[in-house]
């Protein structure tokens, strides 16, 4: 087999924006995943914003490619039929000297280029966020702060690079790379050669920057826990709330999210175990204590699941560059908040690079830049709904009640790549509701089972060891 030009070792939003990115250009190209489904690393744990580049330094790669990808990610949204909503944030100020640090985060982004950027007072946030603690006394509004589904992006972005030619490789873990007169990459799946490396894998781009022969930095896990509400406390905000940002973090914020559920966190705690998404009750408590602060009604009470996401923390930048000691590899590594948003932007960053690097780009005589955007049910008015029915009754067959969630919606997300509960649920937010699946979850393995042709013993929640079913030999 010839080799590729390019792998891209990692199936998360950043393998999956330089991925899509690549294939408009005339180069075989590659995503190798080490997870059953792509999105099931760092991204899946991501709460969905588009930052508008307030919290970040001016000078610093990460303010540039996040203020960059948040103008791309309207376009490529539009491609992709990837709902994203512009909901704006507010960051808020409780004091004096809370209110003079928002003079400083307000030019600091002014340099960086957020457009429209103002500090509003006590009046303008009684009138647009009254559920706002009366403590508040101002605000920096960014208005172009906006909100999407960070899974659904994942797929949609890999659905369209498959259509351009790029190949997906999951449960393909790296095991090692050698080098001769190319890249020779071992996986469980055999060994893959290519001319180039780009590593995007994220909590363990430290360990595969060490195989390929540059290790001069290491990955820390930064632990966030978050905690989501009830959908009925979805007009809980208007627009995305943080406090003021500290050295290590954004903070714990009151989150809007694309799919309406609010959410509080995350905490931020350097831990050392790349595995560790345990949740804590002291977690807990100083999420729900600070969002508390800002919304003074939220109550433990709506709270419906518990989760924790680990970021890839690198320094207090990116890391995003061609090694010179490993040619042909290029790090993308330390990708943290503001990652998403700056995803679309360091695809571009990255393509440059391999330009720069001798890697030949040659558009395409064509390049499918649109997919058709996937339908749910709970994102369109009961009218559309009706008339979908008539056509497909098994639009009307109702698999998640919680979600709204149709028969119809989880085979095209089987027939679109989901193997596993958790890649239907993060394509379709079937099991995401308050239930948490009591009511669909053996229904959607029923036809799980049916669509691939396993029987249910086979089905994972999110890949090997993770069987729901247990097969007893004595009936064997």
Known sequence: ??????????????????????????????????????????SKSNSGIIHPGTQVLANSLKGRLCVHGNMLTRKIARELGVDFKEVGEL????????????????KEASILGVPKLKIVARAWLKVHEPNLSSAAIA??????????????????????????GVEIH???????????????????????KTRYIINAAGLFADEISKMAGV??????????????????????????LFPLPSRKSK????????????????TAEDVEDKYDLS??????????????????????????????????????????????????????AGIQSPGLTAAPAIALFVCDILKRNGLSLEKKLFFHSRRKKTTHLFAIPPAQTERLVKKDHAYGDIVCR??????????????????????????TRAQSGRCHGSFCTTRIMKILSEERKIPLTSITKRGSGSELIKKDKAYD
Not at 16 to 38: D, N, P, Q
Request: with cysteine; net charge negative.
């Open 402 to 427: 919680c979600e709204l969630v149709s028969a119809k919606e989880v085979r095209s997300a089987i027939s679109r790549g989901a193997t596993t509960l958790d890649g239907i649920k993060f394509r």
């Open 215 to 240: 290790d001069d930095f290491k990955i820390r896990p930064r632990k966030g826990e978050e905690f989501l509400l009830d959908k009925k406390s979805e007009s809980l905000t208007n627009h995305l």
């Open 91 to 106: 960051i808020v100020a409780f004091d004096e000297d809370e209110a003079r640090r928002l003079l400083q985060l307000k």
């Open 279 to 332: 949740t804590t009750d002291e977690g807990l408590k100083k999420a729900l204590d600070a969002a508390q602060k800002m919304i003074p009604s939220i109550n433990e009470n709506d709270i419906i699941a518990y989760f924790a996401g680990l970021r890839p923390v690198a320094g207090d930048d990116f890391l995003i560059r061609h090694e010179e000691k490993a040619s042909g590899l290029v790090n993308v």
């Open 170 to 192: 999951t449960q393909t873990k790296v095991e090692s790379i050698d080098f001769s007169s190319c890249f020779e990459i071992s996986t469980p799946k055999g060994v893959f």
């Open 139 to 164: 605000a920096l509004y960014a208005p172009t702060a906006g909100i999407l589904s960070p899974y659904r992006l994942v797929y949609d972005m890999a659905e369209n690079a498959i259509r351009n």
């Open 251 to 266: 903070g714990v914020l009151v989150i809007k999210t694309a799919d309406g559920n609010p959410m509080i966190g995350p």
């Open 1 to 42: 087999m010839n080799p590729y030009d390019v792998i891209i070792i990692g199936g998360g939003v950043i393998g999956g924006s330089i991925g899509r990115e690549l294939s408009r250009y005339r180069v075989k190209l590659a995503i190798l995943e080490k997870e059953e489904e792509l999105a099931f690393g760092v």
